[in-house]
């Protein structure tokens, strides 16, 4: 028995050694696996914040949506195909950098040129917080620039090159402090180094591209000491004092983080994304204007033998045809393509599940289903989230465009359709103007007050009528030679009023046309020393007599081989000056201007609202201190209505003759008090609101929690802006701090009228209403010319104007006329505040623009009313808009502006010149 004992003793005591080794042995393995998995956390990371950002790029686009079995697709093909190391941190970073590149390439393709730097921007911007290099709120403050500021600018600018926005930008960069080490203000210095360094950031601030220039002052060598965050601080310096370089700024920060493939162009095969596509993976085509992959993929399928590739165009009763198509063909593995399926969205959904669930039958590994549609919010999901999206754009440029036109609708056939010596030089001006008109898009209400879309229709129809139009005139002669018997005037209004015209909806368009057809159309164009376009532009270099200037023409090839055309086509600028469209070299600040905008408001939309981390404050706290700031200092005073009534009965009329309510602007003063009231009693309100809702006192409604969204990005709240019907009911300005600088100077200027009488000049911006003002001073204009009869038998025969016989006259004044010290007009009124956009008033008349200016200020401008209709050709009607949206609702009137000697007022037209009452 003690023996017994003793062996069994000795077996437990094996037993519980074997178990603690083991045990011991687990909690050893385990360990080991918690650090090599902690290795490989970077990979986690960044596969969450790239992840993260596809879903916060889809808030941009509804098409833009994509899944997370895609997404899990990709992270685990990185892992596989990343180069292997053996050294496990080499490891990790061949993962995070494919992994990084190959979703960029997958988004990439699927996302529309204009969202591209946007995305990778988001996907830095993310990079960097997460590995608290910067904090979001140094991306708060890139992204609202100025209005990060809780008030207005209290120090005059030291330089005129800087413009009054740019300076606000700097005072905001000054005051704000990135995550240093030290964690202050690192531009705390820069406005003074601006006035220390005048003359160095002024030439830096005047160069086309201060990008690549050392910075002013200390900041260069400064920045460049910031390993991690000096690209960041570059960036935001640039944002803030060139805002029109900020998207190729971006473009340099994206290169500097990831490196210099993620800027350089890409291209994706169409064969590339048909080996990665499969039998139930198909590819959907996003498309746009002008654009269409159906060659493209006719050209492919005869590569792969797969040709010919049916075609349904989708539309009403076609999912019928569609689907009989697609069960034809699926099981003998031919392609279908399925064209403008956004008409035909239900069937979309059926095929969706057909393809998730194996319904169609027998299907075949070579079968493929090309889908082409175009944008729209009401796209099935599911197939967003299964297919491989692609977009499809018409290429960029004046040479670009030429070069698609005399590659696939000009060929040498139709060259030789007419033998007439003007025929081919009519096609070639065709599609010169058919591409001008195109791109002059680009620049926004600048190029044109409605963004056309003009397209390939247009031009066949306008090469259709030309070709008519010179058959019928062989055909009625013997012999014509030259451009005899050429009717221009018939030609320009076919092609501008009726081939293109249809489109156009606005006056200010039409006319713009019509310059360019004058311009193309006429007899001489077709002479071999003419020129469709001739300028000069600035080399950059400087010589003993001044600057350099190379002369640009574009001419009308003198030939009748298509090769030729082709090879003048490729011999063209890449890059297009804005001249070529007639518009000022400093148009294209206001394209990159308008660029930049657009990406930083996209980003601004779609990116979190998120609070503060660590000690810095919350969105609630940011937001209830500007509140009780714009309570205490920037909300005027209400206007009482009975108050209102009786001082509007003792204010007189023009030239002290009528008195009291019934005076057409004393109507207009009344009308325009009562709007600023509602305005004022609703912003009043909805401040109230927010601090009772951050308190906890009220309920926080949706109403609320937008105007603290809008408030925390120094936007306007909405409701400020337009009612529950969407019709404005205030101005439409950007920043909240410019948006109550505004408040606050209407109720100035409403406020003394209604207390001192009749402003000396009257702010025009300054009216929610600027057309009913001008249409009160008409009628009082109108009220004082009474004819007095020409002889005592026709006393009965005397009057007073027709208001429908009226028009308006202007006169700009002196740049040194002062409206305070001159006599109050007889008639009419003094107006001030306008903004000249395109051009400036020299001596004057028209003229130019200096360095790097887009705009100026217009002189005091006179207005009246005259009954002589009689319009001066020889002057510009210059129209005046309320803001830079140049459409009907906004157009004011227009005034008469003298033009030079050297440029007439087709010149201003194509310039794009307008008066404006508010700059964005």
């Given at each position: 028995?003690?023996?017994?004992?003793?062996?069994?003793?000795?077996?437990?005591?094996?037993?519980?050694?074997?178990?603690?080794?083991?045990?011991?042995?687990?909690?050893?393995?385990?360990?080991?696996?918690?650090?090599?998995?902690?290795?490989?956390?970077?990979?986690?990371?960044?596969?969450?914040?790239?992840?993260?950002?596809?879903?916060?790029?889809?808030?941009?686009?509804?098409?833009?949506?994509?899944?997370?079995?895609?997404?899990?697709?990709?992270?685990?093909?990185?892992?596989?195909?990343?180069?292997?190391?053996?050294?496990?941190?080499?490891?990790?970073?061949?993962?995070?950098?494919?992994?990084?590149?190959h979703v960029y390439r997958y988004v990439n393709r699927g996302l529309f040129e204009k969202d591209k730097t946007t995305f990778l921007l988001m996907v830095c911007f993310k990079i960097l917080t997460t590995a608290q290099i910067i904090s979001n709120n140094d991306v708060s403050l890139f992204l609202k620039g100025r209005k990060a500021l809780t008030a207005e600018p209290d120090r005059q600018k030291p330089l005129k090159e800087l413009d009054d926005n740019c300076w606000a930008n700097v005072l905001a960069l000054s005051r704000h402090s990135f995550v240093t080490e030290s964690n202050i203000c690192f531009f705390k210095d820069l406005p003074d180094s601006l006035s220390r360094f005048q003359n160095d950031w002024a030439k830096w601030i005047m160069r086309t591209d201060p990008e690549n220039a050392p910075i002013p002052g200390d900041y260069q060598e400064r920045i460049t000491n910031e390993k991690d965050l000096g690209p960041f601080l570059k960036l935001c310096l640039l944002r803030c004092i060139k805002e029109d370089r900020t998207l190729i700024a971006s473009k340099m920060f994206i290169?500097?983080?990831?490196?210099?493939?993620?800027?350089?162009?890409?291209?994706?095969?169409?064969?590339s994304i048909w080996l990665e596509s499969t039998p139930t993976k198909p590819v959907?085509?996003?498309?746009?204007?002008?654009?269409?992959?159906?060659?493209?993929?006719?050209?492919?399928?005869?590569?792969?033998?797969?040709?010919?590739?049916?075609?349904?165009?989708?539309?009403?009763?076609?999912?019928?045809?569609?689907?009989?198509?697609?069960?034809?063909?699926?099981?003998?593995?031919?392609?279908?393509?399925?064209?403008?399926?956004?008409?035909?969205?239900?069937?979309?959904?059926?095929?969706?599940?057909?393809?998730?669930?194996?319904?169609?039958?027998?299907?075949?590994?070579?079968?493929?289903?090309?889908?082409?549609?175009?944008?729209?919010?009401?796209?099935?999901?599911?197939?967003?989230?299964?297919?491989?999206?692609?977009?499809?754009?018409?290429?960029?440029?004046?040479?670009?465009?030429?070069?698609?036109?005399?590659?696939?609708?000009?060929?040498?056939?139709?060259?030789?359709?007419?033998?007439?010596?003007?025929?081919?030089?009519?096609?070639?001006?065709?599609?010169?103007?058919?591409?001008?008109?195109?791109?002059?898009?680009?620049?926004?209400?600048l190029g044109w007050c409605v963004p056309y879309e003009f397209n390939n229709s247009d031009l066949e129809a306008s090469l259709q009528f030309i070709e008519k139009y010179m058959s019928n005139l062989l055909a009625g002669t013997s012999q014509v030679s030259g451009n005899a018997g050429i009717n221009f005037e018939v030609i320009r209004y076919m092609i501008c009023q009726v081939q293109y015209g249809g489109r156009i909806t606005d006056?200010?368009?039409?006319?713009?046309?019509?310059?360019?057809?004058?311009?193309?159309?006429?007899?001489?164009?077709?002479?071999?020393?003419?020129?469709?376009?001739?300028?000069?532009?600035?080399?950059?270099?400087?010589?003993?007599?001044?600057?350099?200037k190379d002369r640009i023409r574009y001419i009308i090839p003198n030939s009748t081989e298509i090769q030729r055309y082709r090879e003048y086509v490729d011999s063209l600028p890449d890059i297009d000056s804005p001249e070529v469209f007639g518009l000022h070299p400093n148009a294209d600040i206001t394209f990159r201007l308008k660029e930049s905008n657009e990406m930083i408001d996209v980003i601004m939309e779609t990116r979190p609202k998120e609070g503060g981390t660590g000690t810095s404050k919350g969105r609630d706290e940011i937001v209830y201190e500007q509140v009780s700031d714009l309570m205490k200092s920037s909300v005027p005073a209400d206007f009482n209505e009975a108050d209102v009534l009786e001082k509007i009965k003792k204010l007189p009329g023009p030239r002290g003759i009528d008195r009291g309510p019934t005076v057409p602007l004393n109507i207009f003063l009344r009308q325009e008090i009562q709007r600023m009231q509602k305005v004022i009693g609703l912003v009043r309100k909805t401040l109230v609101d927010i601090k009772l809702a951050i308190e906890g006192q009220v309920i926080m409604t949706p109403i609320i929690l937008d105007a603290i969204n809008a408030l925390f990005d120094g936007k306007v709240p909405q409701r400020w802006v337009y009612d529950a019907s969407g019709a404005e009911i205030s101005w439409l300005i950007?920043?909240?701090?410019?948006?109550?600088?505004?408040?606050?100077?209407?109720?100035?200027?409403?406020?003394?009228?209604?207390?001192?009488?009749?402003?000396?000049?009257?702010?025009?911006?300054?009216?929610?209403?600027?057309?009913?003002?001008?249409?009160?001073?008409?009628?009082?204009?109108?009220?004082?010319?009474?004819?007095?009869?020409?002889?005592?038998?026709?006393k009965d025969k005397g009057g007073s104007w027709s208001l429908d016989e009226v028009t308006y006259k202007t006169q700009v004044k002196d740049e040194k006329f002062d409206p305070t010290k001159d006599k109050e007009p007889d008639e009419g009124v003094y107006i001030h505040g306008l903004i000249l956009e395109g051009a400036k008033l020299n001596r004057g008349a028209l003229d130019e623009l200096d360095g790097k200016e887009t705009k100026a200020k217009l002189p005091i401008l006179y207005v009246t009313a005259t009954n002589d209709k009689n319009v001066d050709k020889e002057k510009y009607q210059c129209p005046v808009y309320k803001?830079?949206?140049?459409?009907?609702?906004?157009?004011?009137?227009?005034?008469?502006?003298?033009?030079?000697?050297?440029?007439?007022?087709?010149?201003?037209k194509l310039r794009g010149v307008a008066l404006l009452c508010h700059m964005d």
């Amino acid at each position: 028995e003690i023996y017994t004992e003793q062996i069994i003793g000795s077996v437990r005591c094996v037993q519980e050694t074997g178990i603690n080794a083991e045990y011991m042995g687990a909690e050893v393995k385990e360990k080991e696996i918690k650090e090599k998995r902690e290795h490989y956390r970077p990979v986690a990371t960044r596969g969450s914040v790239l992840y993260f950002c596809i879903i916060e790029v889809s808030l941009v686009s509804w098409m833009y949506n994509s899944s997370l079995k895609q997404f899990l697709d990709l992270f685990d093909y990185s892992i596989n195909n990343s180069e292997k190391a053996t050294v496990t941190q080499k490891r990790v970073e061949n993962i995070t950098k494919y992994l990084t590149y190959h979703v960029y390439r997958y988004v990439n393709r699927g996302l529309f040129e204009k969202d591209k730097t946007t995305f990778l921007l988001m996907v830095c911007f993310k990079i960097l917080t997460t590995a608290q290099i910067i904090s979001n709120n140094d991306v708060s403050l890139f992204l609202k620039g100025r209005k990060a500021l809780t008030a207005e600018p209290d120090r005059q600018k030291p330089l005129k090159e800087l413009d009054d926005n740019c300076w606000a930008n700097v005072l905001a960069l000054s005051r704000h402090s990135f995550v240093t080490e030290s964690n202050i203000c690192f531009f705390k210095d820069l406005p003074d180094s601006l006035s220390r360094f005048q003359n160095d950031w002024a030439k830096w601030i005047m160069r086309t591209d201060p990008e690549n220039a050392p910075i002013p002052g200390d900041y260069q060598e400064r920045i460049t000491n910031e390993k991690d965050l000096g690209p960041f601080l570059k960036l935001c310096l640039l944002r803030c004092i060139k805002e029109d370089r900020t998207l190729i700024a971006s473009k340099m920060f994206i290169k500097d983080n990831l490196g210099k493939e993620f800027t350089d162009p890409v291209t994706d095969s169409l064969e590339s994304i048909w080996l990665e596509s499969t039998p139930t993976k198909p590819v959907l085509f996003l498309l746009s204007a002008g654009a269409d992959p159906t060659s493209s993929i006719d050209d492919l399928a005869k590569k792969k033998k797969k040709s010919p590739v049916e075609k349904v165009s989708m539309g009403e009763g076609q999912e019928k045809v569609a689907d009989e198509v697609i069960k034809k063909l699926s099981p003998i593995g031919g392609w279908v393509i399925l064209q403008n399926c956004h008409l035909g969205l239900k069937f979309m959904e059926d095929l969706e599940s057909q393809l998730a669930e194996n319904r169609l039958p027998d299907v075949h590994e070579d079968f493929r289903l090309w889908i082409t549609t175009e944008p729209t919010t009401q796209f099935p999901l599911a197939m967003l989230q299964r297919a491989i999206k692609v977009t499809n754009e018409p290429p960029k440029g004046l040479k670009a465009g030429l070069h698609k036109t005399f590659t696939t609708i000009i060929n040498q056939d139709f060259l030789e359709k007419i033998e007439h010596s003007a025929w081919r030089s009519q096609i070639f001006t065709v599609c010169f103007l058919h591409s001008v008109v195109i791109e002059r898009r680009k620049f926004g209400p600048l190029g044109w007050c409605v963004p056309y879309e003009f397209n390939n229709s247009d031009l066949e129809a306008s090469l259709q009528f030309i070709e008519k139009y010179m058959s019928n005139l062989l055909a009625g002669t013997s012999q014509v030679s030259g451009n005899a018997g050429i009717n221009f005037e018939v030609i320009r209004y076919m092609i501008c009023q009726v081939q293109y015209g249809g489109r156009i909806t606005d006056e200010m368009d039409r006319g713009l046309f019509d310059t360019y057809g004058a311009m193309y159309f006429r007899e001489n164009i077709f002479n071999p020393e003419a020129a469709l376009v001739d300028f000069n532009v600035d080399t950059g270099i400087r010589d003993a007599k001044g600057p350099v200037k190379d002369r640009i023409r574009y001419i009308i090839p003198n030939s009748t081989e298509i090769q030729r055309y082709r090879e003048y086509v490729d011999s063209l600028p890449d890059i297009d000056s804005p001249e070529v469209f007639g518009l000022h070299p400093n148009a294209d600040i206001t394209f990159r201007l308008k660029e930049s905008n657009e990406m930083i408001d996209v980003i601004m939309e779609t990116r979190p609202k998120e609070g503060g981390t660590g000690t810095s404050k919350g969105r609630d706290e940011i937001v209830y201190e500007q509140v009780s700031d714009l309570m205490k200092s920037s909300v005027p005073a209400d206007f009482n209505e009975a108050d209102v009534l009786e001082k509007i009965k003792k204010l007189p009329g023009p030239r002290g003759i009528d008195r009291g309510p019934t005076v057409p602007l004393n109507i207009f003063l009344r009308q325009e008090i009562q709007r600023m009231q509602k305005v004022i009693g609703l912003v009043r309100k909805t401040l109230v609101d927010i601090k009772l809702a951050i308190e906890g006192q009220v309920i926080m409604t949706p109403i609320i929690l937008d105007a603290i969204n809008a408030l925390f990005d120094g936007k306007v709240p909405q409701r400020w802006v337009y009612d529950a019907s969407g019709a404005e009911i205030s101005w439409l300005i950007p920043g909240y701090l410019r948006w109550f600088s505004d408040l606050y100077k209407r109720h100035e200027q409403l406020n003394n009228w209604l207390n001192n009488s009749r402003p000396s000049s009257y702010w025009l911006g300054g009216f929610f209403n600027p057309q009913g003002f001008l249409t009160a001073v008409k009628q009082e204009v109108a009220r004082l010319k009474v004819t007095a009869p020409k002889r005592p038998q026709d006393k009965d025969k005397g009057g007073s104007w027709s208001l429908d016989e009226v028009t308006y006259k202007t006169q700009v004044k002196d740049e040194k006329f002062d409206p305070t010290k001159d006599k109050e007009p007889d008639e009419g009124v003094y107006i001030h505040g306008l903004i000249l956009e395109g051009a400036k008033l020299n001596r004057g008349a028209l003229d130019e623009l200096d360095g790097k200016e887009t705009k100026a200020k217009l002189p005091i401008l006179y207005v009246t009313a005259t009954n002589d209709k009689n319009v001066d050709k020889e002057k510009y009607q210059c129209p005046v808009y309320k803001y830079q949206r140049r459409t009907d609702k906004y157009y004011i009137f227009s005034v008469s502006l003298n033009c030079d000697a050297q440029a007439n007022a087709a010149h201003w037209k194509l310039r794009g010149v307008a008066l404006l009452c508010h700059m964005d």
